[in-house]
């Protein structure tokens, strides 16, 4: 019995992730595409394609694509080791074959190199631009000052972290968004901070 091919149309598509999901032809709950369910096709696919795929229902009620391609693009050309073999071919390949890859080592190398050069122009260009606000670790210059003074995104409070509190170790200060380390609870207190809540 051959399965069942559903069509829908890809609403959205996140490609840094990987991921999107499909609007069933009817407008059903939405289904989830992963990239791994659409590698046959030749580009990745983009908010708007129409899907072809068989519908997968996980056992925890999710549904998911699998087996998906994407209308009116072409699948990938068969890679050259998918030919048949001939009678000259089989012959050949009884004897171990001995290859080197130097394409392997000079993207190796390429990417190394690459990745060095990155390095030292962050680097370079660290050195060389004026700050406005200190360091992350120049601002921690006094060891004895251990009180986090931290901003919170969703609601824009200052709360003050103490070490034991549950979210200290990951608490991060950025002093150019105007959080700051105090050495006491009194001065995190005067200064307007509040103890963050447990």
Not at 1 to 22: A, S, V, Y
Not at 90 to 105: L, M
């Amino acid at each position: 019995m051959e399965p069942i091919l559903h069509q829908g149309r890809l609403k959205t598509w996140n490609d840094d992730r990987g991921f999107g999901f499909i609007v069933p032809e009817g407008n059903g709950k939405d289904v989830f595409l992963h990239i791994s369910a659409i590698k046959e096709a030749s580009r990745r696919p983009q908010a708007g394609d129409i899907i072809y795929y068989q519908r997968v229902t996980e056992p925890n009620g999710k549904v998911r694509a699998a087996k998906a391609s994407i209308q009116g693009v072409p699948p990938r050309p068969a890679a050259a080791s998918a030919r048949p073999k001939t009678s000259q071919t089989t012959k050949t390949s009884r004897r171990p074959q001995y290859t080197s890859h130097p394409h392997k080592q000079s993207g190796l190398i390429q990417t190394v190199l690459g990745f060095t050069a990155a390095i030292a122009t962050l680097v370079f260009a660290l050195n060389d631009s004026p700050s406005t606000s200190p360091s992350p670790i120049a601002s921690v210059t006094q060891p004895n000052c251990l009180v986090k003074g931290n901003i919170s995104i969703s609601s824009g409070k200052k709360w003050y972290h103490v070490p034991g509190m549950e979210d200290y170790e990951g608490t991060v200060i950025d002093p150019s968004k105007g959080e700051r380390w105090f050495c006491t609870e009194a001065e995190a207190i005067s200064s307007g901070w509040q103890k963050a809540p447990k």
